[in-house]
C-alpha cells in the first residue's frame, strides 16, 4: 500500500527545534519530489519545502533559513528540521507526494502536530 | 508569487444541487500547474483535480475542473453528502501556493 506516515510533532518553546519524520511505504521517497505542507489551526494550506529527486531543495520565505528538509534513502523517510521556532510556527505538518507528470500533491500522510508555545 | 483567490469563501448548497467554485490568479498559470484538493475535518487533503481538468484516481466523475490562464473552476454537479468539505485550488508555477479555500456547507 502507498502511504506515508508522519512523526515528530510536539510541544516546543519559542526559539526551540524539531525534527518531523515522514516514512513512505509502496514507492521511493528519493525518486520522486517530496514536499512538506502546513495548515495552521482554523487555516488553509501553505507550502513550506521540497526536496527533488535530484536533491535540489527550496524553501517558502516564511521559512528560509531556519527549515532545511532532508532524507534519508536507506529508510526511505523525508525529514523536516525546524529550528529557531516561533509561535506562528504553529500548525499540522503534512508530507506529501508531488506527482512529476501530476504536477500536483498525490500522496499525504496523515498529518502532526506542532505548537509552539511556552 | 502567484496569488490564488477563490470565491465565494463559503456556498451553502443542498444535496443533489450543482456547486461551482472559482478559482483566480494573479497572473497567469499553466492549466498543467493547477490542481483542486478537497479536506474534510481532521483529514489530509485529497487530490480530485489535476492538470485543471483530469480526475485523479477513484475520484467520481460528478467533479470536473476546467478553466485556463487565471480563471480556474471546479464544478461538482450534483452533490452527494460527502462531499461537503472545504475545497483548495493549488499551483505549481515558479512556487507552490494554495488558494484560501471554499468551505461547502449543506444548506
Known amino acids: 500500500e502507498v502511504q506515508l506516515v508522519e512523526s515528530g510533532g510536539g510541544l516546543v518553546q519559542p526559539g526551540g527545534s524539531l525534527r518531523l519524520s515522514c516514512a513512505a511505504s509502496?514507492?521511493?521517497?528519493?525518486?520522486?519530489?517530496m514536499s512538506w505542507v502546513r495548515q495552521a489551526p482554523g487555516k488553509g494550506l501553505e507550502w513550506v519545502s521540497v526536496?527533488?529527486?535530484?536533491?535540489?531543495?527550496y524553501y517558502a520565505d516564511s521559512v528560509k533559513g531556519r527549515f532545511t528538509i532532508s532524507r534519508d534513502n536507506s529508510k526511505n523517510t523525508l525529514y523536516l528540521q525546524m529550528n529557531s521556532l516561533r509561535a506562528e510556527d504553529t500548525a499540522v505538518y503534512y508530507c506529501?507526494?508531488?506527482?512529476?507528470?501530476?504536477?500536483?500533491?498525490?500522496?499525504w500522510g496523515q498529518g502532526t502536530m506542532v505548537t509552539v508555545s511556552s | 508569487e502567484i496569488v490564488l483567490t477563490q470565491s465565494p469563501g463559503t456556498l451553502s448548497l443542498s444535496p443533489g444541487e450543482r456547486a461551482t467554485l472559482s478559482c483566480r490568479a494573479s497572473q497567469s498559470v499553466s492549466s498543467s500547474y493547477l490542481a483542486w484538493y478537497q479536506q474534510k475535518p481532521g483529514q489530509a487533503p485529497r487530490l480530485l483535480i489535476y492538470?485543471?481538468?483530469s480526475r485523479a484516481t477513484g475520484i467520481p466523475d460528478r467533479f470536473s475542473g476546467s478553466g485556463s490562464g487565471t480563471d480556474f473552476t471546479l464544478t461538482i454537479s450534483r452533490l452527494e453528502p460527502e462531499d461537503f468539505a472545504v475545497y483548495y485550488c493549488?499551483?505549481?508555477?515558479?512556487?507552490?501556493?494554495f488558494g484560501q479555500g471554499t468551505k461547502l456547507e449543506i444548506k
Open positions: 526536496i527533488y529527486s535530484g536533491g535540489s531543495t
Open positions: 506529501a507526494r508531488d506527482h512529476v507528470t501530476m504536477n500536483a500533491f498525490d500522496i
Open positions: 493549488q499551483q505549481y508555477g515558479s512556487a507552490y501556493t
Open positions: 509502496g514507492f521511493t521517497v528519493s525518486s520522486n519530489y
Open positions: 492538470g485543471a481538468s
